[in-house]
Nanobody, 120 residues
């Protein structure tokens, strides 16, 4: 059984910073893609950023230059450093990993989500 656990969300003022972490536990053979998604009330879930097996990254236009995604393969962990936060960044942030499990299947796994609220 694989579990993804996120941490680091919270309330921050506009212009502030937060760092999200997501650690995978369980029997993991390989992880290719790691990513962060967010969903604001009344809106569809959207990709914030993802990172492939190497260092290739992809960002939503709305967060380019403000957010940085990184990964620690030894710890099966993905991070999202968020700087210059804006009220429109308020959402539930969820991590996603595409990994090979013990059963020999490649599957998407999701964290439970962590709330990020940007407000003065």
């Amino acid at each position: 059984q694989v579990h993804l656990v996120e941490s680091g969300g919270g309330l921050v003022q506009p212009g502030g910073s937060l760092r999200l972490s997501c650690a995978a536990s369980g029997t993991i053979l390989s992880i290719t893609r790691m990513g962060w998604y967010r969903q604001a009330p009344g809106k569809q879930r959207e990709l914030v950023a993802d990172i492939r097996s190497g260092t290739r990254t992809n960002y939503a236009d709305s967060v380019k230059g403000r957010f940085t995604i990184s990964r620690d393969n030894a710890k099966n962990t993905v991070y999202l450093q968020m700087n210059g936060l804006k009220p429109e960044d308020t959402a539930v942030y969820s991590c996603n990993m595409y990994m090979l499990n013990l059963g020999g299947s490649w599957m998407d796994y999701w964290g439970q989500g962590t709330q990020v609220t940007v407000s003065s």
